[in-house]
Antibody, heavy 114, light 109 residues
Framework: QVQLQESGPGLVKPSETLSLTCTVS????????WNWIRQPPGKGLEWIGYYSGSTSYNPSLKSRVTISVDTSKNQFSLKLSSVTAADTAVYYC??????????WGQGTLVPVSS | EIVLTQSPATLSLSPGERATLSCRASQSLSIYLAWYQQKPGQAPRLLIYDASNRATGIPARFSGSGSGTDFTLTISSLEPEDFAVYYC???????????FGQGTKLEIK
């Protein structure tokens, strides 16, 4: 059974870089597509991007996003630069296969506040 | 960018009733649409993929249909645990990206 777990700082200051890591267990990160998705409080879901050898990012966030993988640790990471209060959200890591997301982490709330 | 519009925004029904949720795409998706259920404080859970295929472990009361631009999620007889928010999701080929509908909240009447 594949499991994903997000980790990272619980609070980020405006203009700084948000950094999160997703640890994958029960399967190899060398296959499939590994994604970050976020959800502002009380709002809908927004896809941020994925890594699978190459990367693909949401055009609305592309200039600020980097997703990378550490295969030795079976982890992948998100960096989102120059954050503002609008980036406050629950951040999920998720695996996608072909066109849909089959496994998700539990999510981690990242407030952006001074 | 393909936009997904879900309706209604809120659906009020009683246990045992039939629920019909709609997702309309701004461009044809063929059959590549998925549905998710999200309960408060939880991650979304995959229900349906490729428009009509139930994910592993999803009860038979959940069914999906449609193609092109109009898709439907049907819950044949609502159980108390089915009251949640439901999202549809699609993948665009170019640029490769994923979008979600704004969600339908299914609440107890």
């Amino acid at each position: 059974q594949v499991q994903l777990q997000e980790s990272g700082p619980g609070l980020v200051k405006p203009s700084e870089t948000l950094s999160l890591t997703c640890t994958v267990s029960g399967g190899s990160i060398s296959s499939y597509y590994w994604n970050w998705i976020r959800q502002p409080p009380g709002k809908g879901l927004e896809w941020i991007g994925y890594y699978s050898g190459s990367t693909s990012y949401n055009p609305s966030l592309k200039s600020r996003v980097t997703i990378s993988v550490d295969t030795s640790k079976n982890q992948f990471s998100l960096k989102l630069s120059s954050v503002t209060a609008a980036d406050t959200a629950v951040y999920y890591c998720a695996r996608h296969i072909t066109t849909y997301f089959d496994y998700w982490g539990q999510g981690t709330l990242v407030p952006v506040s001074s | 960018e393909i936009v997904l519009t879900q309706s209604p925004a809120t659906l009020s029904l009683s246990p045992g009733e039939r629920a019909t949720l709609s997702c309309r795409a701004s461009q044809s998706l063929s059959i590549y649409l998925a549905w998710y259920q999200q309960k408060p404080g939880q991650a979304p859970r995959l229900l349906i993929y490729d428009a009509s295929n139930r994910a592993t472990g999803i009860p038979a009361r959940f069914s999906g249909s449609g193609s092109g631009t109009d898709f439907t999620l049907t819950i044949s007889s609502l159980e108390p645990e089915d009251f949640a928010v439901y999202y549809c999701q699609q993948r665009s080929n170019w640029p490769p990206m994923y979008t979600f509908g704004q969600g339908t909240k299914l609440e107890i009447k």
